[in-house]
Structures are given as C-alpha cells and as structure tokens.
Nanobody, 115 residues
Framework: QAQFVESGGGLVQPGESLRLSCVVS????????LAWYRQAPGKERERVAF????????SYADSVKGRFTILLDKEKNTLYLEMNDLKLEDTAVYYC????????WGQGTRVTVSL
C-alpha cells in the first residue's frame, strides 16, 4: 500500500520560496503519475502539478505555471515541489498522491504566505 509523507512547509512572505518534499513508499515507479495537490482554507482540494514517473513529463495548474517546479528523485523515492515567487493565494495544506489519487492521503504540509 502506497504511503506519502510530506514535509517542508512553513511561513513565508510573498515573493519568497519553499521546497516541499514527499517521501513515497509502497509505490512502483514506471507508468503511474505522481502529483502535488493543495487545499486552501474553505476550499476543495485541487491539483497543482503532476509528473509521469516513467518519462518525467510534467504539467502545472495555470495558477502556478512558471513559479512551481515538480521534480522526482527515484533513487530517493522522493517527490519535490519547488515553489518560487509565492503569493498569498498559495496558502494551503499541500499533499502528494498518485493521479488519480489513492484513498490513503498523507498528513500534508502547511504553507502559509503572509505579509
């Protein structure tokens, strides 16, 4: 059974950067897709970015395109989300999971962008 453990969140100011990490276990890389999702207060969870675990193709939500980069280190079983030029609206709890998502979500990591 796949498990996801996210870390790296924190409190930052607008324009700053963060790097999120997600250690993935019980998952076979190859044909599946891994993704970062986020859930802002009072809103539904949304997909932020995804990466193919085979060829490494990536895709981003329009709201983060050009600012966020999703990376996968297969040797470390770790998925990353590099976030630059953070905005107030990026405040959310960030999760990683497969796409489509598996029922077993991690605890997430909280990102707060505040003045």
């Amino acid at each position: 059974q796949a498990q996801f453990v996210e870390s790296g969140g924190g409190l930052v100011q607008p324009g700053e950067s963060l790097r999120l990490s997600c250690v993935v276990s019980g998952f076979t890389f190859g044909s599946d897709i891994l993704a970062w999702y986020r859930q802002a207060p009072g809103k539904e969870r949304e997909r932020v970015a995804f990466i193919g675990t085979g060829r490494g193709h990536t895709s981003y939500a329009d709201s983060v395109k050009g600012r966020f980069t999703i990376l996968l280190d297969k040797e470390k079983n770790t998925l990353y989300l590099e976030m630059n030029d953070l905005k107030l609206e990026d405040t959310a709890v960030y999760y990683c999971n497969r796409l489509p998502a598996l029922p077993s979500w991690g605890q997430g990591t909280r990102v707060t962008v505040s003045l």
